[in-house]
């Protein structure tokens, strides 16, 4: 590991927000693995590829990579120890050997100098202080030609989940932090191509996906992981124990329209972002 510079980061994803994903990575995963073949086809990976995945967490996308690069290999990093425990645990599981997993900022990891084909990530890349910075170390990581593809947040106003948030936004506090930080931090296409071009990309290409994310088994079982969800614990906490029940009470109604016997199922919404080292391919 070689330096940690979102130290604020470091300490959620290695505190509550971390154990809960680590402890919780089938449940994640349910909720984001329908953009995982987005990100690995817009890649374009190479069986002898090299392939990085910043900020990993339990590393589903890291070994789905390592499998397509099955004479190369994949290497995740990720500030958080409990996320990267589970997810060597995984890899162990599921025998994908071509893997590695380390601890590091992205942002200012000491990465191999052009040591890598593609760069991916399954929303791992909103939260960095300095997004040039950090784009401008992962493009290092690429040898020339070399290609970036990952999924971000976009704004949630207008889609299912913000439907279910918007049910509990009159009983808890307005999030604040400063500009161009936290989940949706990357929500704006024009910020996504300004930051990628002063990191030194270019052909940096947004384009809307969407997939099915599955919540919980039926409304009860979505409604309690939605609240043990890091920042919506947060804000409960904040909002105090009366209007944090109301908030969770909220959850109840809002969530009922997406109920299936399958589970409660929403439609989730993100940008796949491409773009390329300048250099020869
Ligand atoms: C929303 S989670 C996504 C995890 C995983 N990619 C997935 O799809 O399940 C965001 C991840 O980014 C990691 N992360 C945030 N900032 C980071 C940084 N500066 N360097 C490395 N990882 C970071 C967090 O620790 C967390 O695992």
Redesign the pocket.
């Known amino acids: 590991m070689s330096g ?3 130290t604020a ?2 300490e ?3 505190g509550y ?2 154990e809960h ?1 680590a402890a919780h ?1 089938d449940r ?2 349910a909720v ?1 693995s329908g ?1 995982n073949e987005l990100v690995l086809d817009a890649a374009e990976i190479g069986e002898r590829h090299r392939v990085l ?9 890291t070994r789905l990579a390592a499998r397509r690069a099955r004479i190369g290999w994949a290497y995740g ?4 120890a409990p ?1 990267l425990a589970t997810a060597r645990a995984r890899a162990d599981e599921e025998n994908v050997s071509n893997v590695t997993f380390e601890r ?4 200012v ?1 000491a990465f191999p100098e052009a040591g890598f084909d593609v760069a991916v ?9 300095d997004p040039v910075a ?1 784009f401008g170390n992962i493009g290092g990581a690429l040898r020339p030609g070399g290609r970036l593809a990952f999924v971000c947040m976009k704004d949630v106003e207008g889609t299912d989940l913000g439907a279910v948030f918007g049910a509990m936004v009159p009983y808890l506090p307005t999030p604040t932090g400063p500009a161009g930080t936290g ?1 949706t931090s990357f929500a704006d296409p024009a910020r996504i191509q300004d930051v990628l071009t002063a990191a030194g990309f270019q052909d940096v290409a947004c384009t809307h996906v969407e997939a099915d994310q599955i919540w919980g088994r039926d409304v009860a079982d979505a409604a309690e992981f939605i609240s043990a969800w890091g920042p919506i614990r947060f804000h409960m906490e904040q909002a105090g124990p009366d209007a944090a029940a109301k908030a969770r009470d909220a959850l109840t109604p809002a969530l009922r329209p997406f109920e299936t016997p399958d589970g409660v199922w929403l439609r989730g919404t993100a940008w796949l972002v491409t773009a390329v080292r300048p250099g020869p391919a």
């Open positions: 940690i510079v979102n980061q470091a959620a994803w290695n927000e971390g994903w990575d994640y995963d984001n953009f995945d910043v900020g990993c967490g339990n590393g589903q996308l990093v990720d500030l958080s996320m590091g900022d992205a942002q990891h990530s399954r929303f791992g890349i909103m939260f960095f202080a950090a989940p």
